[in-house]
């Protein structure tokens, strides 16, 4: 049966995420030491660019739907990924690179699909879309990154100062869940189709796990 309100869709959201999650051959190298540390370089300058481009994405669709509760909300965002950015700074300064390595730095295509979407709904698509494919994504993306800081901290004795970037998303904002609720449920109540916002989710995930085979290379 079709989702009518805002917690059926997040719920309906959540189970296709995890129904369609697959093992992360990345991470379990990661965690076996069997990455090489030159691979860690494409991780942190994939994130580079990702984290940008969010950043702008989340102020975009702020601008684009000010009002509550997506204004706050998609702002609230933006200055996460700004926060960010700094951290990442820790974790690229312990690889040895440069603000000019990064800018250098080569994005593979397929790692970027997921940003690339992110800037494609909050540009054409609803607050609705983005913010339940943030929402229904969360959990895996941050139980990822905690094992990524565990891994780097275990496995090839990062500080963790260096691993601050990722312990920031291992872990939701408080009220996050409430405050993206709120977004989808303001967006069907004003008539957006259920199963956009439903399909920008599972796009979301799909891009996302390209992200992480991207990573694990030939």
Not at 117 to 128: D, H, K, W
Not at 175 to 182: C, E, I, L, S, V
Request: glycine share 8%; charged share 25%; hydrophobic share 45%.
């Amino acid at each position: 049966m079709p989702a009518r309100t805002a917690a059926e869709l997040v719920k309906r959201a959540r189970d296709e995420v995890t129904a369609a999650a697959t093992p992360n051959l990345f991470l379990d190298r990661l965690e076996t030491g069997d990455v090489p540390r030159g691979r860690l370089v494409w991780l942190a300058g994939e994130e580079y660019h990702i984290v940008g481009s969010d950043r702008r994405s989340f102020a975009l669709l702020a601008s684009r739907y000010p009002e509550p509760p997506a204004g706050d909300f998609f702002l609230e965002l933006a200055q996460g990924e700004g926060q960010a950015l700094g951290l990442l700074q820790d974790f690229t300064a312990a690889l040895g690179l440069s603000e000019e390595d990064l800018k250098r730095y080569e994005p593979r295509p397929l790692a970027q699909a997921y940003p690339a979407y992110v800037a494609q709904r909050a540009a054409f698509g609803t607050a609705a879309e983005v913010a339940l494919a943030m929402l229904a994504n969360l959990e895996e993306w941050g139980t990822y990154c905690a094992r990524v800081a565990e891994a780097l901290r275990s496995q090839y004795g990062f500080s963790e100062e260096a691993v601050g970037f990722f312990r920031f998303f291992s872990e939701s904002p408080p009220g996050f869940a409430d405050r993206a609720t709120a977004v989808v449920a303001a967006g069907l109540e004003s008539g957006d189709d259920p199963e956009s916002i439903f399909r920008a989710a599972r796009m979301l995930h799909a891009y996302e796990t390209e992200f992480w085979n991207s990573l694990v290379g030939k």
